[in-house]
Nanobody
Framework: QLQLVESGGGLVQAGGSLRLSCAAS????????VGWFRRAPGQEREFVAA????????YYEDSVKGRFTISRDNAKKTVYLQMNSLKSEDTAVYYC??????????????????WGQGTQVTVSS
């Protein structure tokens, strides 16, 4: 089993920065792919970024490339999402999720077995 807890959300002005954290408990964290997803009001959940357990493979959704950076510290069982140059369209509830490597498509929420409760990010324009 794996439990995930997000933190770091909040209210920030456009152009500002936030760093989200996803703290995990469980023995399988270091071998898992961890992804960040978000759901804006009235919209479908969408992929944001993902990182392999070695940190050698990283994916980003096109709209966040160059602004967001995903990283992980397996010793601390924590994955981070550094978000810079935030825009109003980044406003959403952000979720971290984990899945075993090699199962399902990394950018698809369907392959992820474990989810956090979400953290709200609000960007004011």
């Amino acid at each position: 089993q794996l439990q995930l807890v997000e933190s770091g959300g909040g209210l920030v002005q456009a152009g500002g920065s936030l760093r989200l954290s996803c703290a995990a408990s469980g023995r399988t964290f270091s071998s898992s792919i961890v992804g960040w997803f978000r759901r804006a009001p009235g919209q479908e959940r969408e992929f944001v970024a993902a990182i392999s357990w070695t940190s050698l493979t990283i994916y980003y959704e096109d709209s966040v490339k160059g602004r967001f950076t995903i990283s992980r510290d397996n010793a601390k069982k924590t994955v981070y999402l550094q978000m810079n140059s935030l825009k109003s369209e980044d406003t959403a509830v952000y979720y971290c999720a984990a899945k075993p490597a090699g199962v399902g498509q990394t950018q698809s929420a369907a392959g992820y077995d474990y989810w956090g409760q979400g953290t709200q990010v609000t960007v004011s324009s």
